[in-house]
C-alpha cells in the first residue's frame, strides 16, 4: 500500500500515475491500495495476477539558458524567497496548503536584484495578489473533473498568472511553474527524450526484479508547462518499455 507522504517528489510522482489507473478502472484510494512504494523502479503495481514496475518521468519543454536570458531560470532565486514566504505564512495562520504558482516572470526577472527591504515588500504584495486571486475563485484545484478547464486567466494580473491547487501534504508545499504563451501540444521531441532518458532504466528494473516481467513508463506533462496531449492520439513508439503512458490530468498509451 502506498500511503500519503509528505515527500512532494514522490507524492507528485503517484499523482502523475492516476490518469493511468483511472483508465483501467482503479480509484485513488484503490491505486494505493495497489501500490508499493519503490525506486527502481519508482512503483510497483499490483494488476490483476501480476504485479507490474512503474517508471516515471516529468517532461518539460527546455527553456534557452544564455547569459541574462529572461526566462524563468533568471528570476529562480526571488521566484523561490517568494514561495518559500508564502509557505512560512500559511503555516502560520495554521492553514496548510500545496499550490503550483505560475508567476509574471517578465516582472520578476527585471525585479531580481532589489534590495532586501524591496524584497519584503513584493513578498508582502504577492501574498496579497495571492488570497485576492483565491478569494475571487481564479484557481483550478488537481482532481476536481467538474471544474472547467479556463484558457483565458482572469485579467488584469500582476505578479500571478495562475493557481493551481494540489492535495495538501503535511506542511505547506509551494512550487511555481514555467510559463509558456499558451497551452499548446507538447513537442514530440521533448516526450522522445524523456523515454530514451529512462530507456537504458530497464536493464537494472529487470536485475533487481527478477520476478517482474512488464515494465510500464509514465511520462508526465505537468501542468504549468502550459501543454497539452492534444495531437498525440495514434502515435506509437518502439521502446523496451511493455507500455508507455504519457499523462497529464489525462492520458494517452503510446505503446
Given at each position: 500500500m502506498f500511503y500519503r507522504t509528505d515527500n512532494i517528489k514522490k507524492e507528485r510522482e503517484f499523482q502523475s500515475i492516476l490518469p493511468i489507473t483511472k483508465e483501467l478502472g482503479y480509484d485513488e484510494q484503490e491505486t494505493r491500495n495497489l501500490i508499493t512504494d519503490s525506486e527502481s523502479p519508482d512503483f510497483l503495481f499490483k494488476f490483476g495476477d501480476k504485479t507490474v514496475g512503474i517508471e516515471v518521468i516529468e517532461c518539460h519543454p527546455e527553456i534557452s539558458r544564455g547569459k541574462g536570458a529572461k526566462n524563468p531560470l533568471a528570476a529562480e532565486k526571488i521566484t523561490r524567497e517568494i514561495c518559500k514566504y508564502i509557505e512560512e505564512s500559511q503555516d502560520a495562520k495554521s492553514e496548510v496548503v500545496n499550490y503550483r504558482i505560475g508567476f509574471n516572470f517578465a516582472l520578476l526577472f527585471a525585479l531580481r536584484k532589489v534590495k532586501r527591504i524591496e524584497k519584503e515588500r513584493i513578498q508582502k504584495e504577492v501574498y496579497l495578489e495571492l488570497q485576492k486571486r483565491m478569494d475571487n475563485g481564479d484557481y483550478l484545484v488537481i482532481g476536481d473533473d467538474t471544474q472547467e478547464l479556463h484558457t483565458e486567466w482572469v485579467k488584469?494580473?500582476?505578479?500571478?498568472?495562475?493557481?493551481?491547487?494540489?492535495?495538501?501534504?503535511?506542511?505547506?508545499?509551494?512550487?511555481?511553474?514555467?510559463?509558456?504563451r499558451g497551452a499548446i501540444t507538447i513537442e514530440h521531441e521533448f516526450v522522445f527524450k524523456a523515454i530514451a532518458e529512462k530507456e537504458a532504466k530497464i536493464a537494472s528494473y529487470q536485475k533487481e526484479h527478477p520476478d517482474i516481467k512488464e515494465f510500464w513508463l509514465c511520462v508526465h506533462i505537468p501542468m504549468g508547462t502550459y501543454r497539452t496531449l492534444y495531437g498525440f492520439e495514434g502515435i506509437t513508439i518502439k521502446t523496451l518499455y511493455d507500455r508507455v503512458y504519457l499523462t497529464d490530468h489525462t492520458c494517452v498509451r503510446l505503446k
Open positions: 488584469p494580473y500582476h505578479y500571478i498568472r495562475d493557481i493551481v491547487i494540489d492535495k495538501p501534504l503535511e506542511k505547506s508545499i509551494v512550487t511555481y511553474s514555467y510559463p509558456a
